[in-house]
């Protein structure tokens, strides 16, 4: 039996497998330390070039993974997640390729000043370490996830989803063939072996001290169950209950296609709309127009008493319904009193995550941007938008609903640290 | 029965206790989110008033702290850290008079840019929330970490030593004079009010999701059970095991300075050294000179073989030695070969604190900088000023030493977190 086959036969110490993972992840992030960005950039390129040549086991790897989610009942959605072809490969590899374009955020001064007693002190923007993610079925991650971590100078440990345990494993021959033909270390990234749910909990413990951070990427109960047990920092991503505040000095237009976008351009992402709020002041008018245009798009409108009275035949809104994450063509609609009412009615059932005002008001609009306690606030412009290549940071991994270390989109900066370089001619401290 | 009274015989339920301290600090929080800093800064300067003003209450109760200790049989550098008298009372009005004097870190631009939509992103840094503090005997910790979380716009719940309980009260309630003074919300500073060991439970729980952050500020176990239990994030300092090494390129007289400083200055800091490493190539000459002059200054030294051979009676160094933090007037010293065998040594018995290289060879020196991983790197200086004062960051709250948000120092910056601030005019995501 190879390694892989005990270790899905459950012959072999789970505990122990992990943690030699672990010590290989910290050898190999020392080596990625002070990788410099060439060869960090020549093993993604040759990964994405494996990728395309060896397309074939690939496909072989996902139609194992595919045969058996169809055998396990598995639905439509699920299923169009986990599959690849040709298209989707190509795709993955070109991601590889962005990555390699960006900016290598490791070595740059992020401050530098000199204090009184003569020293001058750098702030220099390091790697982390070792970062694990553990993730759902989209076999995707597994390479831009990977790719991330090593161009920010990480090692990283992936545990992917059971599902997609087959096609994962084949990415990730390519990533490995990539980093070996750039003088790499295969260990800079390390697919876990296993789909025992026990290697996750391991994980959780933080491998004897050898992880530095736990990223999960998913549904909400596996960023749950990471953020509850895990033992080493975790930046993670929970709800994004997402509102769109039409004020009385908007422009109704304006406001009409920002909340069609915000809501309906993709409905499954966390930056889309879950609440549009509209002002008293002009609900009138601008309630029915602007939920009358998300309801001609398609969209289920949900209303609290004052909005059923502007839109007769609309669904109640319960109390639940303000802080539901419907991630669907559904949307709670409130009156409220004012900007001060917005702010009130997000702060009561907001998770911090993205919210708009759509105002002509310059003071509204500030008001609002100062405010709300949020991780994005826009004024006119679409909660879409809460995306990390949007904000010109090229690929992220995710966006932090935290607010320690990274808060919004997660890419390449926010996989790393800092630490302090002082130079000195031999100064004591008096 | 007060409250208090009733508290501190348990006759009331302290986990109700605990999420009444949350939802005040969560209201607080929000009233010190934008007050400016001329309020924030009142609310200080009329704390020090009060402090001085109150100075025979403090003394009081601080008496009745030094009574109940001494009656327990605490020690004298206990009871030290536990009294206070008119200088240090004073000592503790000014530190609030010294964050008054500081910038205010809310409300400021970190950076800005456009992207291709043709948004306009600013990232500007904003208070945490609420965070938790809970620390050992010295009750100055009451006013100062008090004082840096609401200069840094945030509600804190602190919760003292028992030891200091009565002290910690008085000084408290000067604060809360200082904030009523200014118009701020009392409940900005909060001091759990009771010594029960159940409180600190509440806080690693994060009292219903109030608490942004923890802070722990005392010695080892108390960081490890904050660390180990906490279901919040936690800015916490664990060891500190700095080393000094002394490269074959080094001036002598030099590292002899700085080494005695490094270690002796004050011993029982974080910052203090720990362990020597001297370069193999001139071990003959550096180290009697090095670990003689630590000798002549009080230094208990312990060596290796090769060091043992070099300076004849002193004691052998065993594995423990290397990774122990002594903070005492005992140094480990080992002999190195070069700059990668400190690398090593470093690598395998450090705490990622704080290190120093002494050597007149910047390549030497350049190499040590970029492939040291700890927080600090010091060229030709003491690990002494491993301090936020000495790096011109103002009061600090203490080292962190995990990698994530805040590494070092913790200053104001470091209590606080940035938004997404995104201006448009009607953009929609295509």
Same mark, same amino acid.
């Given at each position: 039996?190879?390694?892989?086959?005990?270790?899905?036969?459950?012959?072999?110490?789970?505990?122990?497998?992990?943690?030699?993972?672990?010590?290989?992840?910290?050898?190999?992030?020392?080596?990625?330390?002070?990788?410099?960005?060439?060869?960090?950039?020549?093993?993604?390129?040759?990964?994405?070039?494996?990728?395309?040549?060896?397309?074939?086991?690939?496909?072989?790897?996902?139609?194992?993974?595919?045969?058996?989610?169809?055998?396990?009942?598995?639905?439509?959605?699920?299923?169009?997640?986990?599959?690849?072809?040709?298209?989707?490969?190509?795709? @993955?590899?070109?991601?590889? !390729?962005?990555?390699?374009?960006?900016?290598?955020?490791?070595?740059? $001064?992020?401050?530098?000043?000199?204090?009184?007693?003569?020293?001058?002190?750098?702030?220099?923007?390091?790697?982390?370490?070792?970062?694990? @993610?553990?993730?759902?079925?989209?076999?995707?991650?597994?390479?831009?996830?990977?790719?991330?971590?090593?161009?920010?100078?990480?090692?990283?440990?992936?545990?992917?989803?059971?599902?997609?345990?087959?096609?994962?494993?084949?990415?990730?021959?390519?990533?490995?063939?990539?980093?070996?033909?750039?003088?790499?270390?295969?260990?800079?990234?390390?697919?876990?072996?296993?789909?025992?749910?026990?290697?996750?909990?391991?994980?959780?413990?933080?491998?004897?001290? %050898?992880?530095?951070?736990?990223?999960?990427?998913?549904?909400?109960?596996? $960023?749950?169950?990471? +953020? +509850?047990?895990?033992?080493?920092?975790?930046?993670?991503?929970?709800?994004?209950?997402?509102?769109?505040?039409?004020?009385?000095?908007?422009?109704?237009?304006? %406001?009409?296609?920002?909340?069609?976008?915000?809501?309906?351009?993709?409905?499954?992402?966390?930056? %889309?709309?879950?609440?549009?709020?509209?002002?008293?002041?002009?609900?009138?008018?601008?309630?029915?127009?602007?939920?009358?245009?998300?309801?001609?798009?398609?969209?289920?409108?949900?209303?609290?008493?004052?909005?059923?009275?502007?839109?007769?035949?609309?669904?109640?809104?319960?109390?639940?319904?303000?802080? +539901?994450?419907?991630?669907?063509? @559904?949307?709670?609609?409130?009156?409220?009193?004012?900007?001060?009412?917005?702010?009130?009615?997000?702060?009561?059932?907001?998770?911090?995550?993205?919210?708009?005002?759509?105002?002509?008001?310059?003071? +509204?609009?500030?008001?609002?941007? $100062?405010?709300?306690?949020?991780?994005?606030?826009?004024?006119?412009?679409? $909660?879409?938008?809460?995306?990390?290549? !949007?904000?010109?940071?090229?690929?992220? @991994?995710?966006?932090?609903?935290?607010?320690?270390? %990274?808060?919004?989109?997660?890419?390449? !900066?926010?996989?790393?640290?800092?630490?302090?370089?002082?130079?000195?001619?031999?100064?004591?401290?008096?």
């Amino acid at each position: 039996m190879s390694v892989a086959e005990k270790l899905e036969t459950g012959t072999t110490d789970i505990a122990a497998t992990m943690r030699g993972l672990g010590i290989n992840a910290r050898t190999a992030a020392k080596a990625l330390r002070s990788a410099p960005r060439k060869q960090k950039d020549a093993a993604l390129l040759a990964a994405a070039a494996s990728l395309r040549a060896d397309s074939n086991d690939i496909l072989e790897a996902n139609k194992l993974d595919m045969d058996a989610a169809e055998a396990r009942g598995l639905t439509g959605a699920m299923l169009d997640r986990l599959k690849l072809d040709d298209g989707r490969i190509d795709a @993955i590899a070109k991601g590889l !390729e962005a990555i390699a374009e960006l900016d290598d955020p490791v070595g740059s $001064t992020i401050a530098e000043w000199d204090v009184h007693s003569g020293l001058h002190i750098e702030r220099r923007r390091v790697p982390l370490g070792v970062i694990g @993610i553990i993730y759902e079925s989209r076999p995707n991650v597994t390479a831009d996830a990977g790719a991330l971590c090593v161009k920010a100078g990480n090692a990283v440990i992936l545990r992917g989803g059971s599902e997609s345990f087959h096609s994962s494993r084949a990415i990730h021959a390519c990533l490995v063939a990539g980093l070996k033909a750039a003088g790499l270390p295969a260990e800079a990234i390390q697919l876990v072996p296993t789909t025992d749910r026990a290697a996750v909990g391991e994980m959780l413990k933080g491998l004897d001290g %050898a992880l530095d951070l736990l990223v999960p990427r998913g549904g909400r109960s596996l $960023t749950e169950r990471v +953020t +509850t047990e895990a033992r080493v920092p975790v930046l993670g991503h929970l709800d994004g209950l997402c509102h769109v505040y039409v004020d009385k000095d908007a422009d109704i237009e304006m %406001a009409k296609q920002v909340a069609v976008n915000a809501k309906l351009r993709r409905t499954g992402i966390c930056g %889309a709309a879950e609440t549009l709020l509209v002002d008293e002041a002009v609900a009138a008018t601008a309630l029915p127009a602007v939920a009358g245009a998300l309801k001609d798009a398609g969209c289920e409108i949900r209303g609290d008493d004052a909005a059923q009275k502007l839109m007769p035949g609309i669904a109640a809104a319960t109390d639940d319904d303000w802080s +539901t994450e419907y991630l669907d063509a @559904i949307i709670a609609v409130a009156v409220v009193p004012g900007v001060d009412g917005a702010l009130g009615h997000i702060a009561k059932y907001g998770s911090q995550h993205t919210e708009c005002i759509i105002t002509g008001n310059e003071q +509204t609009a500030n008001k609002f941007l $100062t405010e709300c306690d949020s991780a994005i606030l826009l004024h006119n412009a679409s $909660t879409q938008f809460a995306d990390g290549g !949007e904000f010109g940071m090229g690929a992220e @991994i995710g966006i932090a609903t935290g607010k320690l270390h %990274a808060r919004g989109p997660v890419g390449l !900066e926010q996989l790393t640290t800092f630490k302090y370089v002082v130079r000195g001619s031999g100064q004591t401290r008096p």
